[in-house]
């Protein structure tokens, strides 16, 4: 079987409050903001399409967790695989603006096919991010 074309992932989010969303997916990441209306922004999230609806009620809602290479995780959570570089530049950015860490920068899965630089950040709205760090070779090593 063929593998799919590349494409850019759409993903729509509830948010608690689009003014934190921005603060933290504009002002801390650096996205570029694309259409927006009362109740809802676009976003370029690494290349892909988000889209922030604000609904407070769904975005606050507890989030399960799992234990995943060690480490306590919301179960619903998304993220970004950046190089290493561009993951200690999020990193950096994300620290700078004092954003809450779920789970602190470190690596994971050391010596294994899936070593990876790893963090959880929370968005300030009721999602939490995960960032990895490694080369995008390694993404679906076993």
């Known amino acids: 079987m063929a593998e799919p074309e590349p494409a850019i992932l759409h993903m729509a989010l509830p948010v608690a409050d689009l003014d934190a969303a921005r603060a933290f997916y504009v002002e801390a990441l650096g996205c570029a903001v694309g259409r927006t209306e009362p109740n809802r922004m676009d976003v370029n999230f690494f290349g892909h399409h988000l889209v922030l609806h604000c609904l407070p009620a769904e ?26 570089a561009g993951f200690a530049a999020t990193v950096a950015r994300l620290q700078a603006a004092a954003v809450r860490f779920v789970v602190a920068p470190h690596l994971a899965r050391a010596g294994t096919p899936g070593e ?27």
Do not use: W, Y
């Open 116 to 142: 990876q630089l790893i963090t959880l950040v929370e968005d300030g709205c009721g999602n939490v991010v995960e960032f990895k760090g490694m080369d995008a070779a390694a993404v679906f090593a076993r």
């Open 59 to 84: 975005a606050l809602r507890p989030i399960p967790g799992v234990v995943a290479a060690g480490d306590p995780a919301p179960v619903r959570h998304f993220g970004a695989v950046l190089s290493p």
